[in-house]
């Protein structure tokens, strides 16, 4: 009897299963006021907070209910051009802050971003003067910044390492367009959802994407009003929207209204007996019952899915309909 090759044994990338399982994102977005990005010199350890110099930082952040993301310029997009070798943060020391923080409290919708560059010593300052609204949002050369933040977080997940590291490099040979905004490329640290790579993060939007590729971030950022199209497969949710069920209903509607639903403000509430509803500004009010519903392994990278201690949850919308 033939023996199995070694390639044969070697279990899937976490990736690789999440595909082959093909394991809805629906849901996975995780959920927070706004976002703090704090530019950081690769490596990274495995989580943000254990930067030792940005431990005041991260504290501040997640008091605040925020997401401390760190970011790094990818070579030839044209923010600093030095990649990994680049200095940890601008001139003298200084390195880039920005805080998008929300327009309006229990809603989700583009979120309000300032930014500036501080020394080392006074991030921690910085990053709690910017979220209390205390600077102004910074100009934008040419229209609006959109920044898309794409996970390269190595140290964290191989895939995000390889697989994300390798689509923010093909995003710069095939650069991101939007019309009167700005587009501004980052490799990142840690969003979630590492079986999903490679992952990206479109702030002021605040919306998640797995599976990513250029054409479905082109649409992204593009601030379109066509139809979600595959786009809705790949939708995570929005981070400033609600938990898991919430991010599902909302997932359910982007797929019957289109882009625009994602340029609403828009939020959730619970109507009781398991029903969600959505209401927007522009786009209706729409409700539906969210419950859990299939349970997939999810084992690290290279391990057996057979021995997996965690499960990804996917969430079913039924009884979808539109009240007004």
């Not at 003298?92 to 409290?105: A, H, I, T, W």
């Not at 991010?247 to 939020?267: D, I, K, M």
């Not at 349970?295 to 965690?310: G, I, M």
Request: hydrophobic letters at 40%; glycine letters at 12%; one cysteine or more.
């Amino acid at each position: 009897m033939a023996l199995p090759s070694p390639e044969a044994a070697v279990p899937p990338s976490c990736s690789e299963w999440a595909r082959s399982q093909g394991l809805d994102p629906a849901g996975s977005a995780g959920h927070y006021r706004g976002f703090v990005l704090v530019e950081q010199r690769l490596p990274w350890p495995a989580d943000a907070s254990l930067v030792t110099e940005l431990a005041e930082v991260s504290k501040v952040a997640a008091e605040a209910g925020f997401r401390l993301q760190l970011i790094a310029p990818v070579k030839g997009a044209g923010l600093a051009d030095e990649g990994e070798s680049a200095p940890a943060g601008r001139a003298n020391g200084q390195r880039k802050v920005v805080c998008y923080r929300p327009s309006r409290e229990g809603w989700a919708g583009e979120l309000v971003r300032s930014e500036l560059t501080a020394p080392t010593s006074g991030l921690a300052a910085a990053v709690a003067d910017l979220i209390s609204d205390g600077v102004r949002p910074a100009p934008a050369p040419g229209g609006t910044v959109v920044d898309v933040l794409v996970c390269a977080h190595g140290r964290r997940d191989a895939c995000c390492g390889s697989r994300g590291t390798r689509f923010a490099n093909e995003l710069v040979e095939q650069t991101l367009n939007a019309k009167d905004r700005v587009v501004r490329l980052w490799r990142t640290s840690h969003t979630g959802g590492h079986r999903f790579s490679p992952t990206a993060v479109v702030l002021p939007a605040a919306t998640l994407w797995a599976y990513a590729d250029r054409e479905l971030l082109q649409a992204a950022v593009g601030a379109g009003t066509g139809p979600a199209g595959r786009a809705a497969d790949h939708y995570r949710g929005c981070a400033t929207l609600g938990p898991p069920a919430a991010q599902a209903l909302e997932r359910a509607v982007f797929a019957e209204v289109g882009w625009r639903l994602l340029a609403e403000e828009r939020r959730t509430m619970g109507t009781g007996g398991g029903r969600l509803r959505l209401e927007t500004q522009n786009c209706g009010t729409w409700e539906g019952t969210v419950k859990e519903g299939r349970r997939v392994p999810q084992p690290e990278c290279r391990t057996d899915p057979a021995a997996a201690k965690k499960y990804g949850v996917e969430w079913a919308v039924a009884d979808l309909h539109r009240l007004s």
